[in-house]
């Protein structure tokens, strides 16, 4: 079992940055994939970015890339979303989750954190 938090989030303006952190507990993320995912009430859950914790192998959701940074902190357990250049649209709760899903993308994922906030104001 694998427990997950996030923290970082918080009320910005736009063109400010962020960076979310997921801690895991009760195990490590090794050979897990974590990803990132964002949910707005008028939105379906949208995938972010993930890393594969093993192979430090990253994909990024076409509207982050270039502004969005996934790393992963080997000694302390955590994986980090570094959010740069935001705007109004990059407003929603950041969900981490961790698993071995086939596609990255597709949210196959085991585990998930409670979730964490992000408003950039314009």
């Known amino acids: 079992q694998v427990q997950l938090v996030e923290s970082g989030g918080g009320l910005v303006q736009a063109g400010g940055s962020l960076r979310l952190s997921c801690a895991a507990s009760?195990?490590?993320?090794?050979?897990?994939?974590v990803g990132w995912f964002r949910q707005t009430p008028k939105k379906e859950r949208e995938f972010v970015a993930a890393?594969?914790?093993?192979?430090?192998?990253?994909v990024y959701a076409d509207s982050v890339k270039g502004r969005f940074t996934i790393s992963r902190d080997g000694a302390k357990t955590a994986v980090y979303l570094q959010m740069n250049s935001l705007t109004p649209e990059d407003t929603a709760v950041y969900y981490c989750?961790?698993?071995?899903?086939?596609?990255?993308?597709?949210?196959?994922?085991?585990?998930w954190g409670q979730g964490t906030q992000v408003t950039v104001s314009s």
């Open positions: 989750a961790a698993g071995r899903p086939t596609n990255y993308q597709t949210g196959e994922y085991d585990y």
């Open positions: 009760g195990r490590t993320f090794s050979s897990y994939v």
């Open positions: 890393i594969n914790w093993s192979n430090l192998y990253t």
